[in-house]
């Protein structure tokens, strides 16, 4: 099924778009998203314009990170929002890594770190986010070969 959906923008021209099963499953998909992360929305938009850092990016690393879940938890002992590990939040002044106002405000800081320190190039700032920067930096400013890394780029990517 195809839907054809025209939006005249003045007087002279209209944008045609075509949407097909996926299109708007996709888009469906993001509205119930949306609906889910509401409630973490004011803070994530507050850290991105604070830190200058996207907030499509934030939330992108969260839902991969933990699916808007403010107590998830890792192996690794990476906690919260946006899975901060103790040394990283430590190091950008989280003292309570479950509070989603400051596991999202370090993780922003961090984040806003790696755009300085890779040049903004946002598959390395995703990398070292999942990997750490000194992973990135051992591979020559690359991606590291690890699976779970490569996955991970590709996922906050894709909903960004």
């Known amino acids: 099924m195809l839907i054809l959906v025209?939006?005249?923008?003045?007087?002279h021209a209209r944008?045609?778009?075509?949407?097909?099963?996926?299109?708007?499953?996709?888009?469906?998909?993001q509205?119930?998203?949306?609906s889910?992360?509401?409630?973490f929305a004011d803070i994530v938009s507050a850290a991105?314009?604070?830190?200058n850092v996207d907030e499509n990016l934030i939330h992108a690393i969260i839902q991969t990170e933990s699916a808007y879940n403010p107590t998830a938890s890792s192996p690794k002992q990476?906690?919260?929002?946006?899975?901060?590990?103790?040394?990283?939040?430590?190091?950008?002044?989280?003292?309570d890594r479950t509070d989603p106002i400051q596991n999202i405000n370090g993780g922003t800081k961090y984040l806003k770190y790696l755009m300085a320190l890779f040049d903004s190039d946002l598959t390395l700032v995703i990398s070292a986010y999942n990997?750490?920067?000194?992973a990135?930096?051992?591979?020559?400013?690359?991606?590291?070969?690890?699976?779970?890394t490569k996955d991970y780029v590709k996922k906050v990517l894709a909903r960004m």
């Open 36 to 39: 889910h992360n509401n409630k």
């Open 131 to 134: 990997a750490g920067e000194n």
């Open 78 to 95: 990476a906690v919260g929002l946006m899975q901060l590990i103790p040394e990283t939040a430590e190091r950008f002044g989280v003292k």
């Open 136 to 148: 990135v930096i051992k591979y020559g400013n690359k991606i590291p070969p690890y699976p779970e």
């Open 6 to 11: 025209c939006i005249s923008t003045n007087t």
């Open 48 to 51: 991105a314009i604070k830190h």
């Open 15 to 29: 944008i045609h778009t075509v949407l097909n099963k996926e299109t708007i499953a996709n888009y469906q998909h």
């Open 31 to 34: 509205k119930i998203q949306k």
